[in-house]
């Protein structure tokens, strides 16, 4: 009787995506309470802005996380058509991809504190800078792992049932801090003056 | 599903034949790392009630220095130790105590200990499911609370005390580790403890959501829900927008404490002479973030206490909900108000007047579908044939406290009164009735009325009175007085305010609501006996104890994983049919088919349901027919 209910409860993925939808709900609540937080401080007082240009890096990690998205996109396709290769390459790339993000991001950091821009500072925007970025990074660094998760599944045999949720399950997730990324990186450009 | 007979029929030689799919019921994934929804509601329950009885005493504790503040206690030294010297109440940890208090019972009680519970047992129970999305989450969401629980209390071992700036934890008194004893390790602990627990309660608000949407039986759509479903499920929507705020304040304020950012610092001043290196920081920011978690977070303690509530005194009053769709609009509608009130948090703090009056008119909107409720309440008692079980009683109840702490929301609302009123014992007052009391006897309605669901029992009835009377007599005699402290200007938090000229006369109402407390506090015992007693030696629970309709009583008494037996029943109608007019009994489980019960149906019974209408309208011609025959 049980082992059959976790059988059944295996199989049972759908809802389980659907978890995952909410639990992008809530990291959207998260980034959405940072630039507000943001916006009520810099609106607390006129000595409160950014004044600094937004590093050039950025424009590079943006291009390369778009491009991420493209290949997570064309791994998600192979799956579906039970293209193995095609999905473990692009998954790869995927992952590769990400990590040029991680390292932009953190040369981006680098080039800002040469600048004089640091973390502890007493006009607070510029730390806000490195708290978007920061907790972004953490999202990105979940999904690499959710990413190579999926990479090592698809390497043993498992169910293309599986495999397929597997795939989607971090597919919705890094498109997710993709289009989390874009956002931070136009609300940061918004507001760089 | 079929395979279920086979299954039953083979048990004999099932061990050996399929040995790799069978996972032995043992002592640890039984009780302990237990994946089953109904084991992971009493883990909820039995911490949450643990968790509440320490804060109690807590509040018995500065309840003992209100009410003396010149007495020495001598026990009080050889409890407290340190924190007592000379048995009188260290006023630092007094504070703590405050402090932990209201950290407990609000979020470790009243929102683990209520919705942890009940949307455990129930959301799979009452919409015929075998268990969560995800079991496993579920498990995890219990020991991220369960761990969060122990470092919150562990803060009482550590040598300068437990946070102490209020449950608030407004800087700069939660951002300067220097800034009193609490704020240093008691306050890093406090920061830990409450992000686990918001990790553990957005895993359990994100599997309710999607158990909910996803996984109802045959039959049930979100029409037919019990409006304790919908309660839990607009409950855990609330919990998972609102928390990851939460998340964000607290994070910036942990770069406040440990990295020297000055998000919300600014000029501070150490003991008169320390200047310190934070410049430009908006404490008031904190509280924006704070609140907008804050605010949505009283609703998320109220709101299951009023689904329970709704449920009980429908089931106890023999008569249908009042209002059941009213009920789900004015649920709805509570939900999306929440989150645009927050402000009202902080009428004083210099915010601009035309703000103030925005939040104001926002919050004094909530009165609306809080007063359909209450009415729809009493007009579900009106004219019924109550019950008076415990569960009854302490479903009445909630709805008395709901009421007479509501009426005071609407002066503390209001931004002009709240600058008289705002952070005085008038506050106190009114959210320990209206959230705090009202919260609690929702729970404890739950708990009385779904005991037999939880562990096969019935609870005493007597002892239940006992326990109902004596507190909610005690309740009011408690916080009645407050409100007229309040309206004198007495504020909140103070370690000794009758030791101020014009507020000594308050000496004798301190010692009144302390024996008050104290007598409240004792009649809790009647409800731990009863609770312990029943689990063991309690009456063998019937399969439907209280002749209701919802699916969770369709399940056996004997739990097993998976609820049913057999196939999962499907569902046919609402959760209400009560004393409908031509039924053979007094209540219609959801299960029964309209065809079974045609002396019964009406038309509006048949809504989307042309075929069924047809049929209707033949069966009731037919009678007719008959009638003049006759």
Redesign the interface.
């Known amino acids: 009787m049980m082992s059959k209910i976790q059988q059944e409860d295996r199989l049972n993925l759908a809802p389980k995506k659907f978890n995952m939808w909410i639990f992008i709900f809530t990291s959207f609540m998260f980034f959405a309470a940072l630039t507000s937080g943001f916006i009520v401080y810099v609106g607390g007082s006129s000595a409160h802005g950014m004044n600094i240009k937004m590093p050039d890096a950025f424009m590079y990690s943006t291009a390369v996380i778009m491009l991420s998205s493209l290949t997570m996109f064309l791994a998600a396709r192979a799956a579906k058509s039970s293209q193995f290769g095609k999905q473990r390459l692009y998954l790869w790339l995927t992952i590769m991809l990400g990590v040029a993000f991680f390292g932009i991001q953190l040369y981006a950091w680098s080039y800002l504190v040469k600048n004089g821009i640091y973390f502890s500072n007493p006009n607070a925007s510029q730390s806000f800078i490195y708290v978007f970025t920061g907790m972004h990074l953490l999202h990105i660094f979940a999904g690499l792992l959710l990413l190579a998760n999926t990479l090592w599944r698809s390497y043993r045999s498992i169910e293309q049932v599986k495999n397929l949720y597997s795939v989607q399950m971090s597919s919705i997730f890094w498109h997710f801090v993709d289009i989390i990324w874009i956002y931070l990186y136009v609300f940061l450009l918004l507001n760089q003056q | 599903m079929s ?2 007979a086979v ?2 029929h083979g048990v004999a030689h099932h061990e050996d034949d ?1 040995g790799q ?3 032995k ?1 043992t002592f640890l994934n039984t009780y302990i790392f237990s994946q089953d929804h109904k084991m992971i509601a009493k883990q909820f329950l039995i911490t949450g009630m643990a968790m509440a009885f320490i804060a109690m005493i807590l509040s018995i504790l500065f309840r003992i220095q209100l009410a003396y503040p010149d007495k020495a206690f001598p026990l009080m030294e050889t409890l407290l130790g340190r924190f007592a010297p000379g048995g009188r109440l260290d006023s630092n940890f007094y504070l703590a105590l405050v402090t932990i208090h209201g950290t407990i019972m609000v979020f470790f009680v009243l929102t683990a200990g209520l919705s942890g519970t009940f949307a455990n047992l129930l959301i799979p129970l009452q919409l015929g499911v ?2 969560m ?3 496993f ?1 579920n498990m995890l969401s219990y020991w991220f609370f369960f761990i969060a629980s122990v470092i919150m209390l562990s803060s009482f071992l550590v040598q300068k005390g437990p946070a102490s700036g209020g449950w608030t934890i407004y800087p700069p008194l939660s951002a300067l580790p220097k800034a009193m004893p609490g704020s240093g390790m008691g306050m890093t602990l406090w920061l830990i403890s409450m992000v686990l627990f918001i990790a553990s309660q ?1 895993m359990a ?3 309710y ?3 909910i ?3 109802r039986t045959k039959g049930m759509d979100l029409w037919k829900m019990p409006l304790t479903v919908w309660a839990l499920f607009l409950t855990a929507i609330l919990g ?6 939460l ?3 607290v ?2 304020l942990v ?1 406040d404490r440990s ?5 919300y610092l600014s000029d501070i001043v150490l003991n008169g002479t320390q200047i310190q ?6 404490p ?2 904190f509280q ?2 704070f609140w ?1 978690l804050g605010h949505p977070e009283v609703y998320i303690v109220i709101m299951p206490a009023m689904g329970i509530s709704s449920e009980v005194m429908s089931v106890n009053s023999r008569k249908p909900i009042f209002g059941y769709h009213a009920m789900v609009y004015s649920l709805i509608g509570i939900t999306v108000l929440s989150f645009i009130v927050w402000g009202h948090h902080m009428f004083v703090t210099g915010m601009n007047p035309f703000l103030g009056g925005v939040f104001m008119i926002t919050t004094l909107i909530i009165a609306v579908p809080s007063a359909v409720k209450t009415f729809n309440w009493l007009a579900t008692l009106w004219r019924g044939n109550i019950r008076f079980t415990s569960g009854m009683l302490f479903a009445i109840g909630m709805v008395s406290f709901f009421i007479s702490g509501g009426l005071t929301g609407i002066f503390l609302g209001n931004a002009a009164l709240d600058i008289n009123l705002h952070d005085t014992y008038f506050v106190v007052a009114h959210f320990h009735l209206v959230m705090g009391s009202a919260a609690i006897f929702g729970m404890l309605a739950g708990v009385y009325h779904w005991f037999p669901k939880m562990f096969g029992r019935m609870m005493n009835e007597r002892l239940g009175y006992l326990h109902f009377w004596l507190t909610f007599i005690g309740a009011y005699l408690v916080f009645f007085p407050m409100h007229f402290m309040g309206l004198d200007g007495v504020p909140r938090r103070y370690y000794a305010f009758t030791e101020f000229e014009s507020m000594k006369q308050w000496l004798s109402v301190n010692t009144f609501v302390t024996w008050a407390a104290i007598m409240s506090a004792v009649a809790q015992l009647a409800f731990l006996f009863n609770f312990i007693h029943s689990i063991f030696w309690g009456k063998k629970a019937p399969q439907n104890p209280w002749e209701s309709n919802t699916l969770e009583w369709t399940t056996p008494v004997e739990h ?3 609820n049913w ?1 057999g196939e999962i029943p499907t569902v046919y109608r609402w959760p209400y049919d009560y004393s409908k007019p031509g039924a053979e009994h007094d209540f219609i489980p959801q299960t029964v088919p309209l065809s079974q019960t045609m002396s019964s149906n009406l038309p509006h019974d048949f809504e989307d349901n042309p075929v069924g209408l047809e049929e209707h309208t033949k069966w009731t011609s037919a009678q007719k027919s008959n009638e003049e025959v006759k």
């Not at chain 2, 998972?240 to 705020?245: A, D, H, I, R, T």
């Not at chain 2, 990295?259 to 998000?263: A, C, N």
């Open positions: 395979t279920l299954h039953d399929h799919h069978h996972h019921a075998r268990d999305a995800s079991p989450m957005l608000g994100i599997n959501v999607s158990t949407l996803n996984m998972v927008l609102s928390f990851p705020v998340v964000a304040g994070v910036l770069f990295f020297g950012t000055s998000f290196p934070f410049e430009g920081g908006s008031i920011l924006h973030l907008f097993l994983h998976g037996p």
